[in-house]
């Protein structure tokens, strides 16, 4: 396809705004571009390397000026062309307001004979441009660029100029390239889409739907070193999670970077959470994943900043800064080595032994990650108790983690998607401060721990029960609040014990409740141990009037 063909089709898409009519003039070029449709279907986005490729034309703003305005004669100057674009803000109408290569117009006068680009010409020079490195390597992308221009027309250099600096804007998105090579080629969405999730590649979609259909796309799998978009997240609560799956599968939120690792055998490669080549930067993560990972395979995780705890026992996460130092380093990354250590948290299985997992059950991914990784596997509880998940909630929080995950243990692995089926827990809004009145003794390994705490409101004249907050958070922070609460027992039944009211826990919650449960008529739901407010005296804590206010406020929204 002669790239001017290309550039009158993107002006008949960039002037139309339905959407309908837009995915209709895809399509078309679609079925007129033959040989090309690969790179049509990229171009047409914008890109010129499918999106699991990292490789860039690494074409800033000034080159694309100089290339211009070599072009445009030797009149034009570089900041002339930035002037221009100081007028219009558009690179694409700075392109198509000169006159390139004057050379060329009594052939292109006299009919036929016109030394006309094409499609596949223009993307062979762009990736030449991009191989180039080293020194000399601006000049050489220069010289190929003005070429380019050089032999372009108004409006091929419209389309050109944006292609290289990765501004097409034409409305053309995703949706509507998958919807376009549905129509084109007569092959259902559903199947389109997928085959987009799991190669990353447009072009390759597009030509696999024309040639082979809808079979064809069903074989597309996943390829070891090419990455896939994440998987996403939604805020959720609680509360949510249990009424949708009944049974949720709860795991620590890793304050850190999402990693996907792909291991043949032979190499490692680390991307991140926007399909980038990281693997240079953490060759800690490799050789974890080179001593460790049962190959082939690909796993999701998250890269964590860790230090060593001062009580000699374990590590503790530093935040999310400090990986950054770390990620997409280019220089010292030996040095960075020994300043910020690295570790990998998997929690997911996407390919393992041969085998693409994104249709299968987050339970079998996961069981399929125990088996090929050893070590660094996430822990994940399965359950339908809000106590349990509470109690995750707490030890996640005590081990310096930003919180918890709450996922569909029933769900597929949905690449690129911010579905429901992966919730990170919201932050309670609001928490309050409430007397402990009650407590029940732990049981097993824990008979020597209070783990229950009953809490209490303030009234006028004493205290109410409004909830119980399960901190079944590490035995040494059990230690800590026994060791607290136990002189202050007034009084045991069995497990339970009552407790003067003299220590003040601040508890989040995801709602308030009426309730004959508690004395008090309201019930926390999901409450979750925040700290003990060693600050407060049991006066201090929060009134019944204060409960009663917020749930008349939370009812109402
Ligand atoms: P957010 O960045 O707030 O949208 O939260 C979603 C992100 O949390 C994911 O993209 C991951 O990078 C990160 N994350 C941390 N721990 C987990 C986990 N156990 N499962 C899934 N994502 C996690």
Known sequence: MDFADFAARAEEIEAESADLEITALVRDLFEESNDDLPIVARFVQGRVFPAWDSTTLDIGPNLCYEAIARAAGPNVTAADVE???????????????????GQRGLASFAGGGRDGLTVSEVDRSLRDLAAAEGSGSRDRKLD?????????????????????????????????????????FDAPV?????????????????????????????GVQLEIGRPVQAMLAQAGTVGDALEAWGTVAVETKYDGARVQVHYDGEAVSVFSRNMEDVTDALPEIV?????????????????????????????RPLPFQEVLRRFRRKHDVGRMRGEVTLWLHAFDCLHADGEDLLEAPLTERYERLTEVLDGGVSKLTLTDDSEEIAAVEAAALEDGHEGIMLKNPESEYTPGRRGKNWLKRKPDVETLDLVVTGAEWGEGRR????????????????????????????????????????PEIEAQDGKDVTIRPSVVFEVGYEEIQRSPTYSSGYA?????????????DPDDADTLERVERLAGSSNAT
């Open 287 to 315: 050789e974890f994943v080179e001593e460790n990972v049962g190959p082939p395979a690909i796993l999701d995780g998250e890269v964590v900043a860790v230090e060593p705890r001062e009580e000699g026992d374990g590590v």
């Open 524 to 536: 926390l739901r999901f409450p979750r141990f925040v700290a003990v407010r060693e600050d407060k």
């Open 447 to 486: 008979a020597k721990f209070l783990g229950t705490f009953l809490l209490s409101a303030r009234t006028e004249s004493g205290y109410e029960t409004i909830g119980k907050v399960a901190t079944g958070i590490t035995d040494e922070k059990l230690a800590e609040l026994t060791g607290l609460l136990e």
């Open 190 to 218: 559903a199947a389109v889409e997928r085959a987009l999730q799991v190669s990353n590649d447009y072009g390759r979609v597009a030509e696999l739907a024309r040639e082979e259909g809808e079979a064809g796309l069903e």
């Open 83 to 101: 002037d221009r674009l100081a007028e219009t803000g558009e690179i694409g109408e700075v392109a198509a307001s000169y006159e390139f290569g």
């Open 144 to 184: 190929v660029l003005f070429g380019l221009f050089n032999r372009s027309s108004p409006a091929e250099a419209r389309y050109l100029a944006r292609l290289v600096l990765s501004e097409m804007r034409i409305g053309v998105g995703e949706g509507t390239v998958r919807d376009a090579i549905a129509e084109a």
